[in-house]
Nanobody
Framework: QVQLVESGGGLVQPGGSLRLSCAAS????????MAWYRQAPGKQRELVAS???????TYADSVKGRFTISRDDAKTTVLLQMNSLKPEDTAVYYC??????????WGQGTQVTVSS
């Protein structure tokens, strides 16, 4: 029943921008803190950015000042605006809850590749 569908990834040159979207269904979206995570090949999944139900945001140091997370509860969507992209941002990006021991089922993610 729970479904998280990420979209908006692609191939972009260093310094470029992408806007990722996560559409959620099967949950009462507005009660959850939400977050973006990413996983690069051979590395652990890491938290990129989170946003509480009240709109307070937190960012990993590596993306601070470059990425912006936002949410639209009416559309049950969480967004990630990514600017000044670097090759080290290359990863599969996922959305999920912003906290708690048990995550929702992971979606397929969306691939972001930053390369010249």
């Amino acid at each position: 029943q729970v479904q998280l569908v990420e979209s908006g990834g692609g191939l972009v040159q260093p310094g470029g921008s992408l806007r990722l979207s996560c559409a959620a269904s099967g949950i009462i979206f507005s009660i959850y803190a939400m977050a973006w995570y990413r996983q690069a090949p051979g590395k652990q999944r890491e938290l990129v950015a989170s946003i509480t139900r009240g709109g307070r945001t937190t960012y990993a140091d590596s993306v601070k000042g470059r990425f912006t997370i936002s949410r639209d509860d009416a559309k049950t969507t969480v967004l990630l605006q990514m600017n000044s992209l670097k090759p080290e941002d290359t990863a599969v990006y996922y959305c999920n809850k912003g906290g708690g021991a048990t995550m929702f089922p992971w979606g397929q993610g969306t691939q972001v590749t930053v390369s010249s």
